[in-house]
């Protein structure tokens, strides 16, 4: 593994012994890639080659914060570089499955912003081209490297919380609009924390939008995942809101924890409250329901850049082959839920089932 942690102590191994760094071009400099381009320049691992964009005036501004760093506006130019070994895509979703693949034919290894695609059916063929060209193709799913995430997920995995009965999850903000919608643009960050932390296949989504300023745009959503062994998942997720939100909530048999990643000083608190019955009664009436009111812990999570340790999984992954964290397949997973909940947003709430999607993930893996 690339990242250990040790409690709530999250490091990166050390840089790749004896390996040059690998030639890097980044392609969309809108909202996301100008952290991209700062942390690759950053990043041992990787060497900054070139950025590419349609926009001059995008391209005008990574020249003026990076001076002397190439820019292009072909993408054909990034592609026939044999400098560059590794493609980083920050462009609109609708974009992605075109440009991956042709990164992917052309050899690159490629490491794409949420979602991976807009369909189950372009997410599998770009996994498919990934296996046939032998590179790695990672989705952004840049909160799964949160080293308060990564607690929380230890916190599930080794029984401290119990079986997880349902979480809850809230990320709101007065923000940026896309014309893809809320749901597209938001809840991938939740979809992929959710997958990290519980291993249990989504069986079910239930969606509902609200379009205020355009008809065919959901500015807000509420979405409800269930999962294969009982656990629940109810996602709110806005551009619509006074305040920035960033808030989720598990509940489980033995305690319950909050991660705020708002709250950058404790962004983890483990609260031992719940309630607990009796030994099973004979009738209704015996039933014997006590409240649990424990203690509240608060521990220490160290800082770091989720982004930069998100590259690092990268780097490692190309050149040891080693699968990483944040893989193709939980990418997949992730298009699968959101084209799911777009269905059910149709359908006003109706749910719809995912069998196929939990077979179809492992397929992809055990392919």
């Not at 890639?33 to 950053?42: S, Y």
């Not at 189950?120 to 952004?140: F, K």
């Amino acid at each position: 593994m690339l990242l250990v942690a040790a409690g709530s102590q999250t490091t990166v191994a050390s840089p790749l012994a004896d390996t040059p760094p690998i030639g890097t071009a980044v392609v969309g400099y809108g909202y996301w890639g100008p952290n991209l381009v700062r942390n690759v320049i950053e990043r041992p691992e990787l060497e900054m080659r070139v950025m590419c964009d349609t926009d001059p005036v995008r391209r005008h501004a990574c020249e003026r914060r990076h001076p002397g760093l190439a820019t292009v506006t072909e993408f054909d130019r990034v592609l026939d570089d044999p400098s560059i070994d590794a493609v980083l895509v920050a462009t609109a979703p609708r974009t992605h499955h075109a440009l991956v693949r042709r990164a992917l034919l052309a050899g690159k290894h490629v490491l794409v912003e949420k979602p991976m695609a807009r369909t189950t059916a372009e997410a599998r063929d770009l996994i498919t081209a990934a296996r046939n060209a032998g590179r790695v193709l990672m989705p952004g799913h840049t909160f799964i490297y949160s080293p308060a995430v990564r607690l929380v997920g230890e916190l599930i995995r080794d029984g401290v919380v119990g079986d997880v009965y349902f979480v809850t999850s809230s990320r709101m903000n007065l923000g940026k609009y896309q014309n893809d919608g809320v749901l597209c643009d938001l809840a991938p960050h939740d979809l992929s924390i959710l997958f990290s932390w519980l291993d249990q296949c989504p069986v079910r989504v239930s969606a509902s939008g609200c379009s205020v300023y355009r008809s065919d745009v959901a500015e807000t959503a509420f979405m409800t995942v269930g999962f294969a062994e009982g656990a629940t998942a109810n996602i709110q997720v806005s551009w619509l809101a006074p305040r920035k939100v960033r808030q989720m909530v598990v509940v489980g048999s033995r305690r319950m924890v909050v991660y705020d990643d708002t709250a950058s000083d404790e962004p983890v608190r483990i609260y031992d409250r719940g309630m607990d019955f009796g030994p099973p009664p004979a009738n209704f009436g015996e039933y014997q329901l006590t409240y649990r009111t424990g203690e509240v812990v608060i521990p220490r999570v160290e800082p770091a850049e989720p982004l930069s340790l998100e590259l690092a999984d990268f780097a490692h992954a190309i050149v040891t082959g080693a699968q990483p964290q944040s893989h193709a397949e939980l990418g997949l997973e992730v298009v699968g839920v959101l084209e799911a909940a777009e269905t059910s947003v149709a359908r006003h709430g109706a749910p719809v089932a995912l069998p196929h999607l939990a077979s179809a993930t492992r397929d992809a893996v055990a392919g």
